[in-house]
């Protein structure tokens, strides 16, 4: 409330500027802070842990963002550290990772949308055809199951299948195809398809179920509507089904495009090896190499932020485009 | 009325033989899903000629429990299970207690500063600091190779944090209120009156956090230095991962001849197992959480 007026400013009379007014009357904003302090005491306490954790684990790292301005000494700190603008974007720009880097994050992520993001879409509605109740429960419970293993278990599982000396799929791949043995883990030719075939074992099952909501919900009378008016089966999938859930897949393409950047640390990770480094590293991975494994902390956090900032103009700019296109959006 | 109707829709040829092929489909891909799973599980049961040479198999033909007793036999992947249920046990409590004890005062529309904290949890999942400047955090806490680095850092999920708050704010502000009356204090009324009545979400929580905690690959990797300090994680890819560094976990594991390809698939059905065992309640309670998780305030 302390805001500092300047002398011959006018000041309005008391008409609240921001908030409704009934909460005014209501709330505490009239009452001293320490009456409501007392007041809610114990309400404040409980609150008071998680806020710690949110100022220290979350708020904290934001500030230490400022360090992608300045060249970090870790034994002068963040504010004892030397400012240097925007250098480290620039030797960023200029450099010989960033082409690389884009690009990779750019296909990864369009093999995302191309081939991941329909998938739970098409098996949703595919289940939602699927008449006997017993097996469409089976299958899902089924499908499920890879959303709860980790990433190091899917890599592993990668490994044991796909490995050159023993794994399973590379041997059938081997009889089918001939020629040289291929190490599919290893090479850079192998590592998008992995990383799609992953992604698609792993998360399809599991993104149904927000689909299949969407369809649950849709009014069962629209059907008999329109049966009496003679469609069939392929018209009421048409003008009934896919509509009701379009606004289901408008929400998450948006929070899909918003994590476009976000190629999934872990997964890369444990998948990039020394032969397939030129097309594995993207944003995320290069971030660790740079900053843990060689210590540029500045020249990492830099990196990060550049990915984080994309990420919020990437959310904020598909929600707009969402609204513009007639749909509800996300906020 | 329309049943009949219906009815006699599905039953035109071409409506069935739609259905069987999308059955036949949606099995195949059940099928495909899981037979990974089977066929590790088979795998850390077979000895190490038959790993080599059969191509596929769902049950060994000479069923041994070597692997087993092998990799218990060594202080490196005993010391990872151990570590690792306990940095569940506890970061699961932890955890719940941070998320719990936020979500309570949250959901009081009435507490003053309520909309700005509400405000400042949503701004996170938007934007965050990211990997170096967390780490610098954590690093500055002085909690590098510390358990706690596995807890704290992901104490609170911002929306877990959200569901617990709508959960809370359904409740019959009745109850409470009657407790006040009583001369029930706020901390009271969250002990005795709220907590009871959120038995199922805390439940569901608990399994959340857990299976997060005990999956968590990237918070040992950016924090545990010390190889005696690993989660389980951090071994099954030391030992499987593409890029393995297997000599190197191997020398640690102290031995001169052992089950070198079993073992890779006996670690991870351990890794797997208390997840597959809880799969169960998993699926019941993880798909009513993406479902209330998805319904806006």
Known sequence: MAT??????????????????????????????????????????????????????????????????????????????????????QALFTGPDFGRLMINTLILALLTIVFVFPAPIVVALMLNELRIRVLKRSVQSLIYIPHFLSWTIVASLTYLLFSVDFGVIAGWLHDVVGGQKVDYVAQADWFRPLIVLQLLWKQTGWGTIIYLAALASVDTQLYEAARVDGAGRWRQFWHITLPSIQPTIVVMAILTSGNLMDSGFEQIWLMTTSLNRDVADVFDTFVYYVGITQGSFSYATAVGLFKGVIGVVLIFGSNLLAKRLGQRGLF | MARSRSVRYFDSPGSRAFDALNLLLLIGLAVVTVLPLLYVVAGSFATESEISSRPFFLWPEKFVTDTYKYIFSTDTFVRALLTTIAVTAVGTVVQLFLTLTMAYPLAKRQLPGRALVLNLVLFTLVFSGGMIPTYLVVRDLGLLDSYWALILPLAINPFYLIVVKSFFQELPE????????????????????????????????????????????????????????????????????????????????????????????????????????????????????????????
């Open chain 1, 4 to 89: 500092e007026l300047a002398p011959n400013q006018v000041v309005p009379p008391a008409v609240p500027m921001t908030g409704p007014a009934p909460r005014r009357k209501r709330g505490g904003r009239q009452r001293p802070l320490w009456r409501d302090l007392l007041r809610y005491r114990w309400l404040y306490l409980l609150l008071l842990p998680g806020l710690v954790y949110f100022i220290v684990f979350k708020y904290l790292p934001m500030y230490g963002l400022t360090i992608a301005f300045k060249d970090y000494v870790p034994f002068l700190g963040y504010s004892g550290s030397q400012w240097v603008g925007l250098e480290h974007f």
């Open chain 2, 174 to 297: 009745a109850l409470e209120e009657a407790a006040r009356i009583d001369g029930c204090n706020e901390l009271n009324v969250f002990l005795r009156i709220v907590l009871p009545l959120s038995k199922p979400i805390i439940a569901t929580f608990s399994l959340f956090y857990a299976v997060a905690i005990w999956n968590d690959y990237m918070s040992p990797l950016l924090y545990i230095d010390d190889s005696r300090k690993w989660t389980l994680q951090m071994i099954v890819r030391q030992l499987t991962a593409a890029n393995a560094d297997s000599a190197n976990v191997l020398q640690q594991l102290e031995t001169v001849s052992f089950p070198e390809q079993g073992l890779k698939f006996a670690v991870v059905v351990v890794a797997t197992l208390p997840i597959l065992l809880f799969y169960p309640f998993l699926q019941k309670h993880f798909a009513k959480g993406v479902m209330i998780g998805s319904v806006k305030e």
